[in-house]
């Protein structure tokens, strides 16, 4: 492959699961999984060619139209981009097979039957994500950000049930709110640097307390996005109450991509302005979110609203990373820098995989016990083994046990506070793996536990159990190859000092 | 020294967007914080259209007014959605607002 086929297929990343959700709907019911998991597969392979076109040609600029900034929109492909890229293509296959498997048996269908809308939604939502890893330009991202919000609120509500529609209204509303803000921030950075590209943002970004005010509304509006403490009241009802395959889509992946904003802005455009305080601040916040989440996960009696809180507390994993890579000109060079990024970005994948796999698990729990109560789901061990064996590696890697993605991920950034001397965050770290082993056991124990409690199961299909298992290895997997995927990360983007490998590897 | 309009109007975006953001997390009945919602991106239009205003040499900045038209376009969907899920929750259980007893 040249590199000049790389421009036609960053466009292909956006257009193929566009054109994907409009042949979807345009078409009659019966036709829309097929044509969805057939779109969804093309996605996979754009976004692989994309992943190892970069890996060859290094990073790559896409000007639309011909138009070169300040006028023209650019997209931008580099290592942080295809491996966002490819998590979300990669949650996206097993979901999708789960999807189809699990309305075609009519789960999840109200009064009225609208889940075969799931595939354009899920479609556009997807064209969303992937636009707004590729996008360089703050206006296209704005947008890309309501597409993504507005798709996810749609499949949000899917089930039409009032829970659904109740957290939903909420969750749009702050959606609203946080995009507004961000758009309040790039009317301000347009006013005062005069451009949207974010590589002239970024040459323009001086001292000017217009600026300061634009970069903190840009930064709390994707915050209230990513749902970071105290941002988050509006995650929890909203990702439990949707359909099981949607959880899945919102918890895993639609928290990710404006998680992925704040990272880009932090490191490439407001890196000269954003001082130690304000990334202390921020790591603050995700320490509090990690004990939170964690802490109200514990205290949930119904299946999903543990999962859910879960995704609260993991969240704050990733805000640890800001406070570490922002430090003085003398330690500019330090080698914690590359461990504190790589572990950020392998806790966002690692929860991406376990996530996606514990909301599916827990969606056949529901389906074959008929409760979404947690002492429901009880002597389930010998029943339905192979769900219950996903749901432990899932958990295992969200604890953050040896060999997982999520112990590579916890691994480095606990290397990097020590390194740093920021050994304050290494007690959070410690204390929110604990939590969430408190949580993951906490259903373990009783899946394996025999019980005169037990009732009969209603049979749940083969193949949704295979897709949480199949997400579930993926997130062990990603820790025994996690040299692969930090050479993918490293092209193109700062932080890239190739890390001493040692602990890296289990 | 006399402010000119544009710069009145920039200034006025301040207000409007924290009189939205109050409204929308202060007021429990959808429709309310539908308006405040609004009236947020209402403040975030009205300080674009004021940037157009400044004087570029050959008149208004196109850029601004490109995008306050794409953001009117997604307000508008977005309150259409917004308004459709209020109705629904009411339809079906009687309640217009957050926190409210069936």
Same mark, same amino acid.
């Given at each position: 492959?040249? *590199?000049? #086929?790389?421009?036609?297929?960053?466009?292909?990343?956006?257009?193929?699961?566009?054109? /994907?959700?409009?042949?979807?709907?345009?078409?009659?019911?019966?036709?829309?999984?097929?044509?969805?998991?057939?779109?969804?597969?093309?996605?996979?392979? #754009?976004?692989?060619?994309?992943?190892?076109?970069?890996?060859?040609?290094?990073?790559?600029?896409?000007?639309? !139209?011909?138009?070169?900034?300040?006028? /023209?929109?650019?997209?931008?492909?580099?290592?942080?981009?295809?491996?966002?890229?490819?998590?979300?293509?990669?949650?996206?296959?097993?979901?999708?097979?789960?999807?189809?498997?699990?309305?075609?048996?009519?789960?999840?269908?109200?009064?009225?039957?609208?889940?075969?809308?799931?595939?354009?939604?899920?479609?556009?939502?997807?064209?969303?994500?992937?636009?707004?890893?590729?996008?360089?330009?703050?206006?296209?991202?704005?947008?890309?950000?309501?597409?993504?919000?507005?798709?996810?609120?749609?499949?949000?509500?899917?089930?039409?049930?009032?829970?659904?529609?109740?957290?939903?209204?909420?969750?749009?509303?702050?959606?609203? %709110?946080?995009?507004?803000?961000?758009?309040?921030? %790039?009317?301000?950075?347009?006013?005062? #640097?005069?451009?949207?590209?974010?590589?002239?943002?970024?040459? *323009?970004? +001086?001292?000017?307390?217009?600026?300061?005010?634009?970069?903190?509304?840009?930064?709390?509006?994707?915050?209230?996005?990513?749902?970071?403490?105290?941002?988050?009241?509006?995650?929890? $009802?909203?990702?439990?109450?949707?359909?099981?395959?949607?959880?899945?889509?919102?918890?895993?992946?639609?928290?990710?991509?404006?998680?992925?904003?704040?990272?880009?802005?932090?490191?490439?455009?407001?890196?000269?302005?954003?001082?130690?305080?304000?990334?202390?601040?921020?790591?603050?916040?995700?320490?509090?979110?990690?004990?939170?989440?964690?802490?109200?996960?514990?205290?949930?009696?119904?299946?999903?609203?543990? %999962?859910?809180?879960?995704?609260?507390?993991?969240?704050?994993?990733?805000?640890?990373?800001?406070?570490?890579?922002?430090? +003085?000109?003398?330690?500019?060079?330090?080698?914690?820098?590359?461990?504190?990024?790589? !572990?950020?970005?392998?806790?966002?994948?690692?929860?991406?995989?376990?996530?996606?796999?514990?909301?599916?698990?827990? /969606?056949?729990?529901?389906?074959?016990?008929?409760?979404? +109560?947690?002492?429901?789901?009880?002597?389930?061990?010998?029943?339905?083994?192979?769900?219950?064996?996903?749901?432990?590696? $899932?958990?295992?890697?969200?604890?953050?046990?040896?060999?997982?993605?999520?112990?590579?991920?916890?691994?480095?950034?606990?290397?990097?506070?020590? $390194?740093?001397?920021?050994?304050?965050?290494?007690?959070?770290? %410690?204390?929110?793996?604990?939590?969430?082993?408190?949580?993951?056991? !906490?259903?373990?124990?009783?899946?394996?536990?025999?019980?005169?409690?037990?009732?009969?199961?209603?049979?749940?299909?083969?193949?949704?159990?295979?897709? $949480?298992? #199949?997400?579930?290895?993926? *997130?062990?997997?990603?820790?025994?190859?996690?040299?692969?995927?930090?050479?993918?990360?490293?092209? /193109?983007?700062?932080?890239?000092?190739? *890390?001493?490998?040692?602990?890296?590897?289990? | 020294?006399?402010?000119?309009?544009?710069?009145?109007?920039?200034?006025?975006?301040?207000?409007?967007?924290?009189?939205?953001? &109050?409204?929308?997390?202060?007021?429990?009945?959808?429709?309310?914080?539908?308006?405040?919602?609004?009236?947020?991106?209402?403040?975030?239009?009205?300080?674009?259209?004021?940037?157009?205003?400044?004087?570029?040499?050959?008149?208004?900045?196109? &850029?601004?007014?490109?995008?306050?038209?794409?953001?009117?376009?997604?307000?508008?969907?977005?309150?259409?959605?917004?308004?459709?899920?209020?109705?629904?929750?009411?339809?079906?259980?009687?309640?217009?607002?957050?926190?409210?007893?069936?």
């Amino acid at each position: 492959m040249t *590199a000049a #086929a790389l421009s036609p297929l960053m466009a292909a990343a956006v257009a193929v699961p566009t054109a /994907g959700a409009l042949a979807a709907f345009l078409l009659p019911n019966r036709w829309r999984a097929a044509v969805g998991l057939g779109f969804s597969v093309l996605t996979l392979l #754009a976004t692989f060619a994309l992943a190892a076109g970069v890996t060859l040609h290094g990073p790559q600029d896409l000007f639309l !139209g011909g138009w070169a900034p300040p006028l /023209g929109i650019r997209l931008h492909l580099d290592g942080l981009a295809a491996v966002f890229l490819a998590m979300t293509a990669l949650v996206a296959i097993p979901v999708g097979i789960y999807a189809r498997t699990f309305f075609a048996a009519g789960e999840g269908s109200g009064s009225t039957d609208q889940t075969h809308l799931f595939w354009p939604l899920w479609l556009i939502l997807w064209a969303g994500m992937n636009g707004v890893y590729l996008s360089a330009d703050l206006f296209n991202l704005y947008v890309m950000i309501e597409v993504t919000g507005i798709s996810a609120v749609a499949l949000a509500v899917l089930s039409g049930k009032v829970p659904a529609l109740t957290a939903g209204l909420r969750y749009l509303l702050a959606a609203l %709110v946080g995009s507004l803000s961000y758009l309040m921030g %790039v009317a301000l950075m347009y006013g005062t #640097a005069g451009a949207l590209d974010l590589a002239l943002v970024a040459e *323009a970004m +001086d001292r000017q307390w217009t600026l300061r005010v634009a970069m903190g509304l840009l930064l709390v509006g994707l915050m209230v996005k990513t749902a970071l403490f105290p941002l988050h009241f509006w995650l929890p $009802a909203a990702h439990s109450a949707a359909l099981p395959p949607v959880s899945a889509i919102l918890s895993a992946l639609v928290v990710k991509a404006t998680f992925y904003l704040i990272l880009r802005f932090w490191v490439e455009v407001f890196e000269g302005s954003v001082t130690i305080a304000a990334s202390q601040a921020m790591g603050g916040l995700g320490a509090a979110a990690i004990l939170w989440g964690s802490y109200q996960a514990l205290r949930q009696e119904r299946l999903k609203l543990i %999962v859910a809180h879960s995704t609260v507390g993991q969240l704050g994993f990733l805000f640890l990373l800001l406070p570490l890579i922002t430090v +003085d000109a003398t330690a500019a060079e330090a080698p914690w820098l590359a461990w504190a990024w790589h !572990g950020g970005i392998y806790q966002a994948l690692a929860h991406a995989f376990a996530k996606a796999s514990l909301f599916l698990a827990v /969606g056949i729990f529901v389906i074959a016990v008929g409760s979404d +109560d947690r002492r429901a789901s009880v002597d389930l061990v010998g029943r339905l083994p192979m769900t219950t064996f996903a749901f432990g590696l $899932a958990g295992m890697s969200l604890i953050g046990l040896p060999p997982s993605g999520g112990f590579v991920a916890k691994w480095m950034l606990l290397k990097a506070t020590f $390194a740093s001397g920021q050994w304050w965050w290494a007690p959070v770290i %410690v204390a929110g793996s604990f939590l969430t082993a408190g949580y993951v056991f !906490g259903i373990l124990r009783q899946a394996f536990a025999p019980s005169e409690r037990r009732q009969p199961l209603r049979q749940v299909p083969k193949t949704l159990e295979i897709c $949480a298992l #199949a997400l579930a290895v993926l *997130a062990i997997l990603i820790g025994f190859r996690s040299e692969e995927v930090l050479t993918l990360l490293d092209i /193109g983007v700062p932080f890239a000092e190739p *890390a001493p490998p040692e602990g890296s590897e289990p | 020294m006399t402010a000119e309009a544009h710069e009145i109007y920039a200034l006025l975006a301040a207000p409007l967007f924290a009189v939205g953001l &109050v409204g929308v997390f202060a007021c429990r009945h959808f429709l309310k914080k539908i308006i405040a919602a609004k009236i947020l991106g209402a403040s975030a239009f009205l300080l674009l259209i004021a940037l157009a205003a400044r004087d570029h040499g050959e008149g208004p900045d196109p &850029v601004p007014h490109a995008m306050v038209i794409t953001g009117i376009v997604v307000a508008v969907s977005a309150a259409a959605f917004a308004l459709t899920l209020a109705r629904r929750i009411w339809q079906e259980t009687g309640q217009s607002g957050f926190g409210e007893k069936p």
